[in-house]
């Protein structure tokens, strides 16, 4: 069975800090990976894609990839307590048409 | 542009009643599916249509069934609901090929009681 794992948390952080994300799969053929963004009673809204190994910027947020390693992780610089949420992890495999999410983890920003 | 479209939004159910959650995209994307998020779980795939046509059981299908109306509409299916599946229900749907992501719906809140 495939599986993402995360630390489901909560992760606290202050204001202006760098918060780091991390999820691990099983699946060494997984091809694609995502991050969404769930706030509470909220559905998930996808913040980040990668597919090769290294890095990817997108404004304050940072995914990085270790397919080696079978680590992806998240980082989001200058934390605002509007980052606060539950960051979910995806994993798509060959067929592009099925994703595993983790079970997430909670991020919270103090003032 | 209204992405991914469910109703109802919020639902009550006695044990045993039966209801259908409605599903619609008008992004043209080939694959649909129906999660089911519980508190600490995260969220569990209980069937999935690949294209038109097609269907197939995901994680936690039991006590549930499913129609591909057409391109557009997924709909999920309760026969006789249970106090276990009080959860909420997302609709999501993928254009497909390598790289495409999730879309999801706003989410269905079901209390069975």
């Known amino acids: 069975q495939k599986e993402v794992e995360q630390n489901s948390g909560p992760l606290s952080v202050p204001e202006g800090a760098i918060a780091s994300l991390n999820c691990t799969y099983s699946d060494r053929g997984s091809q694609s990976f995502f991050w969404y963004r769930q706030y509470s009673g909220k559905s998930p809204e996808l913040i980040m894609s990668i597919y090769s190994n290294g890095d990817k910027e997108d404004g304050r947020f940072t995914a990085q990839l270790n397919k080696a390693s079978q680590y992806v992780s998240l980082l989001i610089r200058d934390s605002q307590p509007s980052d606060s949420a539950t960051y979910l992890c995806a994993v798509g495999g060959n067929a592009g048409n099925m994703l595993t999410f983790g079970g997430g983890t909670r991020l919270m920003v103090k003032p | 542009n209204a992405g991914v479209t469910q109703t109802p939004k919020f639902q009550v159910l006695k044990t045993g009643q039966s209801m259908t959650l409605q599903c619609a995209q008008d992004m043209n994307h080939n694959s649909m599916y129906w999660y089911r998020q519980d508190p600490g779980m995260g969220l569990r795939l209980i069937y999935y249509?690949?294209?038109?046509?097609?269907?197939d059981k995901g994680e936690v299908p039991n006590g549930y069934n499913v129609s591909r109306l057409n391109k557009r509409e997924f709909s999920l299916r309760l026969e006789s609901a249970a106090p276990s599946q009080t959860s909420v229900y997302f609709c999501a749907s993928l254009k497909g090929g390598t790289g495409n992501t999730i879309y999801f719906g706003e989410g269905s809140w079901l209390t069975v009681v």
């Open positions: 249509s690949a294209s038109e046509g097609t269907t």
